[in-house]
T-cell receptor, first 114, second 119 residues
Framework: AQSVTQLGSHVSVSEGALVLLRCNYS??????LFWYVQYPNQGLQLLLK??????LVKGINGFEAEFKKSETSFHLTKPSAHMSDAAEYFC????????????FGKGTRLSVIA | GAVVSQHPSWVICKSGTSVKIECRSL??????MFWYRQFPKQSLMLMAT?????????EQGVEKDKFLINHASLTLSTLTVTSAHPEDSSFYIC???????????????FGQGTRLTVV
């Protein structure tokens, strides 16, 4: 079984500051890990994914995440926050085998202060 | 890239009526689609797994007679909320995997979501 824990339901940063959104996972099999962004009343957009290749994954909009097996973590970072980054961010895990659904964390709302 | 289209994007219906939500994979075939429900300021909760040509698999606590799922073709799954009540008001999102490698699904695409309001 898989599960995801996102630390911090709300993170607030100043524009230009580092963004760090935390995600820890639990998985009984080698995990596939994802970060999604959701804007109000919209679906989910994939930011990046880890699928057992490089542990440092680069995504869209300047985001990246590092898979650390020893820490069971997959934290999302961005060097410099932009106002347009304000949204809800979801970390998700799947077993990656066959048609298995994603299991989502509770989400972290990112606010960017001018 | 692969696209999953969901329709309608929002719907308002009267209590007691039924509402159908469509989820289409536009440029790939999806033998399996997933339906999620999202309450305000909360995460996505898996409701059911929709399998083409067979019965859907529902998560514990989800009423299969209330949330009817039909996956009649490889590109279309529908969710019908029957006899809707105000507590069914929510954001419903479908998802399908883009099959890059046989047996290994690594790319999930989501529909735009449907905001259902039951009055």
């Amino acid at each position: 079984a898989q599960s995801v824990t996102q630390l911090g339901s709300h993170v607030s940063v100043s524009e230009g500051a580092l963004v760090l959104l935390r995600c820890n996972y639990s998985s009984s099999v080698p995990p596939y890990l994802f970060w999604y962004v959701q804007y109000p009343n919209q679906g989910l957009q994939l930011l990046l994914k880890y699928t057992s290749a490089a542990t440092l994954v680069k995504g869209i909009n300047g985001f990246e995440a590092e898979f650390k097996k020893s820490e069971t973590s997959f934290h999302l970072t961005k060097p410099s926050a932009h106002m347009s980054d304000a949204a809800e961010y979801f970390c998700a895990v799947s077993a990656g085998r066959g048609n298995t659904p994603l299991v989502f964390g509770k989400g972290t709302r990112l606010s960017v202060i001018a | 890239g692969a696209v999953v289209s969901q329709h309608p994007s929002w719907v308002i219906c009267k209590s007691g009526t039924s509402v159908k939500i469509e989820c289409r994979s536009l440029d790939f075939q999806a033998t399996t689609m997933f339906w999620y429900r999202q309450f305000p300021k909360q995460s996505l909760m898996l409701m059911a797994t929709s399998n083409e040509g067979s019965k859907a698999t529902y998560e514990q606590g989800v009423e299969k007679d209330k949330f009817l799922i039909n996956h009649a073709s490889l590109t279309l799954s529908t969710l019908t909320v029957t006899s809707a009540h105000p507590e069914d008001s929510s954001f419903y999102i479908c998802s399908a995997f883009f099959p890059r490698t046989l047996g290994v699904n690594t790319e999930a695409f989501f529909g735009q979501g449907t905001r259902l309001t039951v009055v």
